[in-house]
């Protein structure tokens, strides 16, 4: 019988088995053509004692994890790589709207706030900032649109006086005039002072306001009785002009707020009215209270605002042609606007024209004591 590579490895294992002490233990043998087995004998020890002796080659096991290892260092290397350019292109996708808004940011300039931070629509943590900071940026850009209007009007309106006291006083020192004219002249400067001086009064009020360095002491003060006093004070300007001049209080009604200021709001606010008011026509301050609130009214029967102008009134240096026409400055409802709200309230207005105008501020109401009723009553409010 021919012999096989089995029974060929088979003997050369018996002859090295016989060379092997007894053992409980596997023993690992190298046999020819790099053939490794891995054997167990066991025995009692005697020469009647029979034997039992098994053998496992592990040429094939050895090659097959060689293989394996081969290609597991092969594949994580190939995974390795294609793990960090992944990561790379995934990382550069994530913060690409990070980058673009960073060019976004250096393109922003003072001049040129129109730039925006772009969004992926995502809906994640990138996009909502996103959105916030384009927020912010919507609220500069409007703020330093304001700014510029600001200054261009204020010097609008600042060179308009100064350039007529300029022409008066080069007339009258181009020659001799009678005593007469130089009162004229002068009396006209006087003018024009009273108005740079209410203009320069109310940019800095309003300059300072939006500075946050106003300050406004809120405390429980008599509405009615600060209307009643600017009443008295424009009831003898509107019979001169004409105008029917109605009051209207049947009560106190207290307010939580600065007096002064809120004395300025009623005489800005009736001031105007009378301004715009034509001989014949008609001026009421009514002070009620509504909802737990209190009312300041103030209506007249003048030339009216345009619908076109209505939403701007009260915008600074915002004047219709008519306003513009009668020497206003544009800037006493923007003030009557900042009182309201710094007292934390309200105001609108309501027009047609030709048919007269209504403004309406709403104030927070203070509670009204039996002293203060007392008081109001006795005329010493």
Known sequence: MLATPETVYGR?????????????????????GSSRYRVLRVGLGTADDASLELGLSLAETEATLAQFDGRVAVGGLFFLGLSVVGGAFLSRQA???????????????????SERLPRTGAGDELDELAGTINDLLDRLAAYHAQIIRFTAD?????RSPLGAMRAAVE???NQPREPGVYREVLSSLGEQCERLTALVNGLLLLARADAGEMIVRLTPHDLSALATDVAEMYEPLAEELGIQFHFECDSPVSVVGDPARLRQLVTNLVDNAIK???????????????????????????????PG????????FYQADSARSLGGSGLGLS?????VEAHGGSIEATSESGSGSTFVAVLPRAAVNSERNSAYKNGHA
């Open 12 to 32: 050369a294992l018996a002859r090295r088995l016989n060379d092997l002490p007894q053992a409980k233990t596997p023993v690992t043998l190298d046999l020819p």
């Open 95 to 113: 913060l690409r709207p990070v980058a673009q808004s960073i060019q976004t940011a250096k393109r922003l300039k003072p001049s040129n706030l």
């Open 154 to 158: 204020a010097s609008h309106e600042l």
């Open 171 to 173: 007339v009258v020192l």
């Open 276 to 306: 715009f008011t034509e001989p014949g026509g008609s001026v009421t301050l009514r002070v009620e209270e509504a909802g737990g609130d209190a009312r300041l009214v103030v209506e007249d029967t003048g030339v009216g605002i345009a």
């Open 309 to 316: 102008h209505l939403p701007h009134v009260f915008e600074r």
């Open 335 to 339: 003030i009557c606007r900042w009182i």
